[in-house]
């Protein structure tokens, strides 16, 4: 490590120039490297002062030109001999442990001519936070969560964090990220994760006779108790499978242009939070993080997924939907629409369809207060889930732009509260328990 200084920042230079440095450069730009080490001697030789909590550095190339900025979260001075698992994965640079991290870093010394780590050796470790350019998803490291030897990264998602474990499975982890038009937003919602996790949980189990799931039996890791499932890998449905009960959102959009959604025709006169006839299967193509999932008929699900699949989703897909409406009905809550996650064991192509993901949450519901619900009523019906966050960006108060290019702004005190206590008074009167 050395140091340069860049339009007024330490410069962070990381691994040597060529290859390296581009490999390492550009895990930091993707969100995913965000640690690194040096030797204490090598500060002391350059009378160099550790890095402070809060600092900005400038992330730089080959040629000394700033990359990015990065500020600086934790630091730490510490034996090699004593690294810790979390350490070395909040590398990101796909080690599978310790011991293999030791032996890469000292076969790359020796072809420097440099000796190979002594357990006694100090190192001081910079963890960091890419700040500019935004990462294109705040990710959640094992380290970050205090994971075990042996817990691997695998997927970062809008809310969920995916690990491998060391026996196979794998482990959801839900962050306290909320997204809102295709946007992670920059501030956490407080105890939102847990609240999915433990909501979902009690959802498979009010519809396991209606259709398996993908949790595994197993406490995850302390460090992530509540948020947390494991659960079997799946091959997943590529095809988000969603049920309307009640008219509104894209739905209405839809209707609005042709009376019919999703290929499915309506009766007429209908208004924003109607009552449809019957629930019907509206389903949509999944999207990548910053597109719009999209709205397809029938026919396209079965092109994708073959006839026979596609009526077992549909069938599922409402039976669960029915199961869960009326429960939900009997709390005193809509369940105006909601979309659903299936796969099959991995590599399985005969293994039967399986509950995949979340399942009934506000984040992938829509929950109405029945007393309050009325047709039509302007503006839309009070909900349970983020529809107030994302009528707040909309408003005036957010001074934000939908259709810019720019990102949404964070979020006031007073709309984290009010979300959170959302989320929290659809848990506790769903499923009679108290949170916290």
């Known amino acids: 490590m050395s140091f340069p200084v860049v339009d007024g920042l330490r410069g962070l230079e990381l691994g040597t120039p060529g290859a390296m440095r581009q490999r390492l450069n550009a ?7 965000v640690a690194t080490f040096g030797l ?6 350059q009378a160099e002062p550790l890095e402070r909590v809060g600092e900005r550095l400038a992330l730089v190339d080959d040629a000394g030109a700033r990359l990015a900025t990065v500020a600086v979260t934790d630091v730490r001075q510490v034996p090699a001999g004593a690294v810790t698992w979390a350490m070395v994965e909040a590398e990101g640079e796909g080690d599978q442990s310790i011991a293999e991290w030791r032996a890469g870093h000292d076969r790359f010394w020796r072809a420097e001519g440099r000796p190979p780590l002594a357990d006694d050796t100090e190192l001081v470790w910079v963890r960091f936070q890419l700040v500019d350019p935004a990462p294109p998803v705040h990710r959640l490291t094992a ?17 969920r964090e995916l690990f491998s474990t060391p026996d196979g499975a794998l482990l959801f982890v839900a962050s306290d990220r909320i997204s809102a038009y295709d946007h992670v937003l920059p501030t956490p919602i407080p105890d939102k994760g847990a609240i999915l996790t433990q909501l979902s949980l009690w959802w498979f189990e009010q519809v396991a006779d209606l259709v398996g ?18 659960c079997q890998p799946l091959d997943m449905v590529p095809v988000e499978c969603v049920a309307r009960g009640y008219l509104t959102g894209s739905g209405l959009v839809e209707y609005r242009a042709s009376g019919a959604v999703c290929g499915v025709p309506l009766p007429a006169g209908l208004v924003d939070g109607s009552k449809l006839p019957e629930a019907i299967f509206t389903p949509a193509t999944k999207a990548q993080l910053g597109s719009h999932d999209e709205n397809v008929d029938f026919a ?3 092109r994708m997924v073959g006839a026979a699949d596609a009526r077992a989703l549909r069938e599922l897909t409402l039976a669960v939907y029915g199961r869960a409406e009326a429960i939900a ?9 909601t979309k659903f996650e299936f796969g099959r064991a991995a590599g399985d192509r005969d293994a039967p369809i399986l509950l995949a993901d979340e399942v009934l949450t506000p984040d992938s519901s829509r929950f109405w207060p029945a007393d309050q619900w009325q047709p039509g009523r ?32 964070p979020l006031p005190e007073a709309v984290v509260e009010r979300t959170r206590s959302l989320y929290v008074r659809a848990y506790e009167q769903l499923t009679g328990r108290r949170w916290g």
Do not use: C
């Open 40 to 45: 204490a001697q090598e500060y002391a030789e």
């Open 213 to 230: 799931n993908h949790v595994l039996p197993g406490a995850p890791p302390a460090s992530v108790a509540q948020r947390a499932m494991r």
């Open 378 to 409: 302007p503006g839309g019906q009070p909900s349970f889930d983020k529809q107030y966050v994302r009528d707040w960006l909309t408003s005036p108060a957010s001074g934000w732009d939908r259709g810019s290019d720019q990102p949404p702004p």
């Open 300 to 302: 396209v699900v079965e």
């Open 329 to 337: 009905r009997q709390r005193g809550i809509i369940l105006a629409d």
């Open 143 to 159: 380290g970050d969560l205090g994971l075990p030897e042996g817990y691997r990264g695998t997927y970062s998602g809008k809310v």
């Open 27 to 33: 895990l930091v730009l993707a969100g995913a490297k």
